[in-house]
């Protein structure tokens, strides 16, 4: 292998640069892929209205559970309102809701919208512990001034589907 | 009165801690042993003030003392004594006291083990030491003081989240904790080695105790968390790829990483810049951890209450001391002498090539973590980045390393031998093909991606097991021989081949369960069933049961298969009336290393009667993936105890240099 370059340490950095290269390019190539396409975007009922997230396209719906809205069918499968001021979400959900789960709380449900506009859950998340409150809600409801603090309980009023 | 002296002896730790960094600093510059003594001594006396704070936070736990507010907000007089002890670590509070206690513990074990350190050395370690301590206790005393009194005390507490009350995550914390801040000492020592310029066998010979006793915490830590999510939480995972076990993660695999590059800069004296570096980011990012855990920058499904303006505090505390650390490598780095040559094929290159990957592979789950802070701040846009990205992303490379991984042991040093490597690896192919091949034709459904799962998981510990075989030159001297060879083999040597059959076992469990995982829900009245996999789970009954904290519904539920009982499971959903929460208890059934996991939900009003949602997984060889890391954490430990890292052989080898 004389094309090599003759010293030792010039060898040593050729191979080091060898070895990372690939790696990098592998690391590089994938996070990019990764980030273009498994990333999953955040949208309250207004957002969602607004953005139009294709049916079927994976996302995260956040805002309050409306009060009272809150359908329990004995198969198991759960229907409640996602809503913020400006716009509500019908979700439906086939499982156990988390244990924080609370009507007039934050809650974040994962999962896409159907073509009939109705949001199918594969997870939904409520708060850890009773003094979290999902950042995203916090900051979406804040920014349409709808903010009781923590553990109040807004006396909501989304608009009549 | 208690919670008061506890209070006093934190700001005496605070107090100590500057003056073992003072001391410490001037003693190196002094080149004095009698101000590094004094200096080692405040270290031990901060620890000492630490542990009292420790301990009288714990009495107040203990004795559900609610003048004290961090017991107020966080315990119940009607909680369970482990649960009031382990409230103390409990809150946000609380565990910072833990962080300080184990950082000043490690200080002081660091200025009483050293004494085989160099003089210098070791005065900058303890300083560097000191200095981290100053700044860890003053965020403690003076923005997060677990021993503040309140002026109206309250009859009872608020308690402490029901979903901590748990064993697995009473010692959860301080073996995370452990792991974390024993990375400080390997900063330290990395500090220490950039300021006095020397970067050698001996230094990596030091370093190597510590990392190995942090990562081996560290790893039971994640553990024993990755066990309390699996079966508290009852969402039927183990890892969701969230942002707070990703900050536990990350330091996770950067100390795997440390560990082997310190073994090239052990052994060739190869690495050495990059041996400290790795030994800077270790600790930079359990800080890293520390606060993204804290401040609640990212939505995280474990997050604990979280405090903005601590948040900035902690943001500031990293930028400052991994800034300075990483300046002084700046600056330093670039003098370090360089090490032995080594060909493109040897151990070294195996090794660095085990580096790269990790590091690649840190970056990318860094990248992944931070990607919604950096989105928001570039677009506004709220994301989340979740398991698909880290599916994609890390576990290619992860197989990579792992594909790899075996031949690595069997290089030698500096110049090695591809072609005997390969020969003393067949035989581990031919049966991680066989086990592949076997996997894909008996386990239905048959699925390529889990069968090649398997086949890297047995790969990995045919290999491991080869490499032993190859050590003791088994089938090639007579038996006696291999066995009286394999008695005497370094502990170094046990616990490296441990840790990579540890590793080959958490594949496989963690394929198995993520492959062919099966799983069921539907609403059953008492007598109901449904089915999952090979099993059949019917719901027999139900009563309330009385806790000491908490009413509960108990489901007895019987498991059978083809007819015959299994076994029998009782599922349980709690309510603790203090803080008005409910969770289940996950009702677990063992078949071998499988589980078959229930999860009782809440009640609801059916046609005939209530009903109840019942849950059930069938989880394939799941205890393989708590199994594994226990294993690979047993593999450190017994590494830590070989003779050649005794801390006092590094005082022999200098002696006879002398």
């Excluded at chain 1, 979400?89 to 809650?107: A, I, K, M, N, S």
């Amino acid at each position: 292998m004389s094309w090599l370059p003759k010293s030792p340490k010039a060898r040593r950095r050729l191979t080091l640069i060898a070895a990372i290269a690939p790696v990098l390019a592998l690391a590089v190539g994938l996070t990019l892929w990764g980030l273009s396409d498994s990333i999953s975007f955040f949208y309250t009922p207004s957002q969602a209205a607004e953005a139009k997230p294709a049916p079927g396209r994976s996302i995260q719906l956040g805002g309050l559970v409306e009060a009272g809205s809150v359908v329990k069918h004995p198969d198991g499968r759960v229907e409640f309102t996602v809503a913020d001021q400006l716009a509500s979400d019908r979700v439906v959900f086939q499982g156990d809701l988390p244990d924080l789960f609370r009507e007039g709380q934050g809650v974040v449900a994962i999962g896409a919208f159907r073509k009939d506009g109705v949001f199918e859950a594969k997870r939904v998340l409520a708060k850890h512990d009773e003094r979290y409150m999902p950042r995203e809600v916090e900051k979406a409801l804040k920014e349409q001034g709808e903010w009781y603090g923590d553990g109040q309980r807004p006396e909501h009023k989304g608009p009549a589907r | 009165m208690i919670a008061e002296i506890g209070a006093f002896a934190l700001m005496m730790a605070l107090a100590l801690s500057v003056v073992q960094t003072a001391l410490s600093a001037a003693a190196r510059i002094r080149r004095s042993s009698v101000l590094a003594g004094a200096g080692e001594g405040a270290a031990l006396g901060a620890f000492l003030g630490v542990a009292v704070a420790f301990a009288a936070l714990m009495h107040a736990f203990v004795t559900s003392d609610f003048s004290v507010a961090n017991v107020a907000a966080n315990s119940h007089s009607e909680k369970p004594l482990l649960y009031r002890v382990a409230g103390t670590w409990g809150s946000h509070e609380g565990s910072m006291l833990l962080w300080c206690l184990a950082l000043t513990g490690f200080g002081a074990a660091a200025a009483g083990l050293g004494r085989g350190l160099p003089r210098g050395l070791r005065a900058v370690t303890v300083a560097t030491q000191g200095m981290l301590g100053v700044v860890f206790l003053a965020y403690t005393v003076f923005a997060s003081n677990p021993l503040v009194r309140l002026a109206q005390p309250p009859v009872e507490g608020r308690s402490l989240n029901p979903l901590l009350q748990d064993p697995a995550l009473a010692f959860h914390p301080p073996a995370l904790y452990a792991g974390y801040v024993g990375m400080s000492v390997v900063f330290s020592l990395a500090v220490a080695a950039l300021v006095e310029g020397r970067v050698d066998a001996a230094w990596a010979r030091w370093v190597r105790p510590w990392a190995l006793a942090a990562w081996s915490a560290l790893t039971l830590g994640i553990t024993l968390g990755a066990f309390w999510a699996y079966y508290e939480l009852g969402w039927g995972g183990w890892w969701f790829w969230d942002p707070v076990e990703n900050a536990s993660f990350m330091p996770w695999l950067i100390a795997t990483a440390l560990l082997h590059s310190a073994v090239v800069t052990e052994k060739r004296g190869a690495l050495p810049g990059w041996t400290v570096f790795l030994a800077l980011a270790a600790f930079t990012f359990s800080m890293l951890g520390a606060f993204l855990v804290r401040s609640g920058v990212l939505t995280s499904v474990h997050a604990f209450a979280v405090d903005p303006t601590r948040g900035v505090l902690l943001l500031i505390i990293l930028g400052v001391t991994a800034g300075l650390g990483f300046a002084l490598f700046a600056w330093r780095a670039p003098s370090l002498q360089q090490g032995g040559v080594f060909a493109p094929i040897s151990r070294e290159s195996a090794l660095v090539l085990n580096n790269i990957l990790l590091a690649a592979a840190t970056a990318t789950v860094l990248l992944g973590t931070l990607f919604p802070l950096i989105r928001e701040a570039a677009d506004g846009e709220a994301i989340s980045v979740g398991p698909p990205y880290f599916n994609l992303t890390f576990t290619p490379l992860m197989a990579a390393l792992l594909i790899l991984l075996p031949a690595g042991p069997l290089l030698a040093w500096k110049r090695g031998d591809a072609r005997g490597v390969l020969q003393r690896l067949w035989a581990a192919a031919l049966i991680a093909v066989g086990a592949g091949l076997a996997t894909l034709a008996l386990v239905s459904p048959h699925k390529a991606l889990g069968a090649a799962g398997v086949m890297l998981g047995v790969w990995l510990i045919a290999g491991a097991l080869a490499e032993i075989l190859e050590r003791v030159r088994a089938f090639r001297v007579p038996a006696a021989e291999s066995w009286r060879r394999l008695w005497g083999l370094p502990r170094g040597a046990w616990g490296m081949t441990l840790a990579h059959l540890g590793l080959g076992v958490f594949v496989l469990g963690a394929v198995f369960e993520t492959t062919w995982k099966v799983e069921a829900a539907e609403a059953l009245p008492v007598g109901g069933s449904l089915d999952v996999g090979a099993y059949h789970v019917a719901l027999d009954s139900i009563r309330p049961v009385e806790g000491p904290n908490y009413e509960a519904e108990r489901a007895g539920v019987t498991v059978t298969r083809k007819g015959e009982v299994v076994c029998r499971a009782e599922p349980e959903r709690r309510l603790y009336t203090a803080g008005g929460q409910t969770t289940s208890e996950v009702g677990l059934c063992y078949r071998g290393s499988s589980h078959i996991y229930l999860v009782l939900g809440e009640r609801r009003e059916g046609a005939q009667g209530p009903i109840w949602l019942v849950r059930a997984y069938w989880n394939p060889w799941a205890t393989l993936i708590f199994l594994g890391p226990v294993i690979m954490a047993l593999g450190g430990l017994i590494s830590l105890s070989d003779r050649r890292l005794r801390l006092g052989v590094g005082k022999a080898a200098r002696e006879t240099e002398a």
